[in-house]
């Protein structure tokens, strides 16, 4: 409907952008899943959850979608480009 509307779109996961999103800046939902484990063992243990430390995620991801930008007619500055972690074509 955004691409319809001629609107660009920021999503916090790359499925979206996959979809047809123009960009997405977040964390990785399998980084995500992995640092849960870790809880999840703990309180399977007996751990109280207000004992547990509050996670942040270490790694944020851009991805961007060329194919969405060229639709919306954005032009995409080379440099942009090269920063994001991927270029979806």
């Known amino acids: 409907m ?3 509307l001629g609107l660009p779109t920021v999503s916090s996961q790359r499925e979206y952008v996959e979809a047809g999103g123009l960009m997405s800046y977040g964390e990785s939902l399998g980084d995500f899943y992995r ?5 999840v063992d703990k309180l399977l243990k007996g751990a109280k959850p207000s004992e547990l430390p509050i996670q942040q995620p270490t790694r944020f991801f851009t991805t961007l979608n060329r194919k969405t930008a060229d639709a919306l007619r954005i032009n995409m500055p080379m440099q942009v480009l090269v920063l994001a972690d991927e270029v979806i074509e």
Request: glycine share 0%; hydrophobic share 40%; no cysteine.
């Open 35 to 39: 640092r849960s484990t870790f809880y």
């Open 2 to 4: 955004a691409l319809k």
